[in-house]
Every structure is written in C-alpha cells, then in structure tokens.
C-alpha cells in the first residue's frame, strides 16, 4: 500500500477496487474446534456473507450509513465494508463449520476433523 492510499485508520485498505476495513479477530482453539470471533461494528446480522471456497474461509459484512437527523458536530466512526479471507488448514471439518452473530460480533465454529481431535491414550500396565 503506498503513502498515498493510506488513510486516517490503518485498518483500512484497498481491496478489489474498493475500500474495506478488516475486522479485529481472535482465533481460540479447544481440544474440539477452532473459535473464530470476528469484531464487526455496525453490520447487521443479515449483511454478513460468510462462505467457504477452496480452502479459503471468506468473510464479507456490508455497513448501512447511519440515518441520524441533524448535523454531524464531532464524528469518529467512519462507514466502510469489512473483508478478510482466512486460509483453513485440511484438519478442519468444512461441512460442520458454523456461525452465529450476536451484538456486532461474529462467531464461527470451525470443527476439528475426528483425526485431528487430540485423543488420550491408555496405558497398561
């Protein structure tokens, strides 16, 4: 990204012809599945696509501008779409992903494939 594309908020960047933000994340890993807890401020439920293709977990939220009345005296919330791909690794079980959202926040449960789950082994003795 050169200087001159480079805009207020660094969280923002140039994608397909179009300016995107990309959404804060952590990723949480259990013996069962990987956690992937997307920040999405301002995007409703129904504006989230979320798809898997070709390995690739691709996560799209589109933003509404706000329709408040009056005159914008101080602003710091700026309106921009999010995007961000996520490369998922063979272990996961993409036919069992999942995914709700609840208050701005998107939640997606990648399941481990049975081989990948970590297993205890039995000793005897």
């Known amino acids: 990204m050169t200087e001159n594309t480079l805009t207020?908020?660094?969280?923002?960047?140039q994608t397909?012809?179009?300016?995107?933000?990309?959404?804060?994340?952590?990723?949480i890993e259990t013996d069962g599945e990987l956690l992937l807890l997307a920040d999405m401020p301002g995007v409703r439920p129904e504006d989230v696509d979320?798809?898997?293709?070709?390995?690739?977990?691709?996560?799209?939220?589109?933003?509404?501008p706000s329709e408040h009345q009056g005159h914008l005296i101080f602003g710091e919330y700026d309106v921009g779409d999010f995007y961000r791909v996520f490369?998922?690794?063979e272990?996961?079980?993409?036919?069992?992903?999942?995914?709700?959202f609840k208050n701005g926040v998107l939640t997606v449960h990648?399941?481990?494939?049975?081989?990948?789950?970590?297993?205890?082994?039995?000793?005897?003795?």
Not at 112 to 121: G, T, V
């Open 91 to 100: 272990t996961i079980n993409a036919g069992k992903i999942d995914a709700e």
């Open 50 to 64: 979320l798809r898997y293709e070709n390995a690739e977990l691709i996560l799209r939220g589109k933003v509404q």
């Open 8 to 13: 207020k908020n660094s969280n923002v960047e």
């Open 87 to 89: 490369q998922v690794h």
């Open 110 to 125: 990648l399941p481990k494939q049975e081989a990948a789950k970590p297993k205890q082994i039995e000793i005897h003795a």
């Open 16 to 27: 397909r012809n179009s300016q995107y933000y990309t959404p804060r994340v952590d990723i």
